[in-house]
């Protein structure tokens, strides 16, 4: 079945860094990939939604220049928190869609990634 | 705009009996899927079953079946014989536009 790596899965990064987090499809091909974040027991938020080789369309509220998205290539998409800040410690999760894939099927999620700020 | 909405945000079932998650949508599209997700206390999501809406028959995946009510906009999940892994967030989702909506959560906790 299809398979999506995110890395890493912990990181703890210094107030006034930037981080950026990876998110592979395996073993297709992910046109369309997706970010979201999730605070403890609460729902996945949307961020955005990137297609390969174009910028990525983010949701209202999130803020793009924050939260870069790049989806250079077909198995990868990366986001990097800028300038992180306390309150941008969360658990971020990506999940990829491919184009082949039924697409009721097609969600695939990468195992996330616990972000925090000190 | 799609919305999915979770009402329980806690559940909790005895091992072997079985439990309901409701779970009710809106959307603008005519074709659409709708999902059960559930997320253990590794946080990686795991589907759990999907029905699409222009099936009519509900979805059954062994112990887990839904109850696909399109006109009452309803989407409930039933775990049949609950079992100790069963614990966990259990999320409602629906398609719109290409995304993937979720909705509020339920938690649920399985009594040995």
């Known amino acids: 079945g299809a398979v999506v790596s995110q890395h890493p899965s912990r990181v703890i990064c210094k107030s006034g860094t930037s981080v950026k987090i990876e998110c592979r499809s395996l073993d297709f091909q992910a046109t369309t990939m997706f970010w979201y974040r999730q605070f403890p027991k609460k729902s996945l938020m949307l961020m955005a939604t990137?297609?390969?080789?174009?910028?990525?369309?983010?949701e209202q509220g999130v803020e793009k220049d924050k939260f870069l998205i790049n989806h250079a290539s077909l198995t990868l998409s990366t986001l990097t928190v800028t300038s992180a800040h306390p309150e941008d410690s969360s658990f971020y999760i990506c999940s990829a869609r491919g184009a082949s894939l039924d697409r009721g099927y097609g969600y695939t999620f990468g195992s996330g990634t616990r972000l925090t700020v000190v | 705009a799609q919305t999915v909405t979770q009402s329980q945000p806690e559940m909790s079932v005895q091992e072997a009996e079985t439990v309901t998650l409701s779970c009710t949508y809106d959307t603008s599209e005519s074709d659409y899927y709708l999902f059960w997700y559930k997320q253990p206390p590794s946080r990686q999501m795991i589907l759990v079953i999907r029905q699409e809406a222009y099936k009519q028959q509900n979805a059954t995946e062994n112990r887990f079946s839904v109850n696909f009510q399109k006109a009452a906009k309803s989407f409930s999940l039933k775990i049949s014989d609950s079992q100790l892994g069963d614990a966990a967030m259990y999320f409602c989702?629906?398609?719109?536009?290409?995304?993937?909506?979720f909705g509020q959560g339920t938690e649920l906790s399985v009594k040995p």
């Open positions: 990137s297609n390969e080789g174009s910028k990525a369309t983010y």
């Open positions: 989702a629906g398609n719109q536009g290409g995304k993937l909506i």
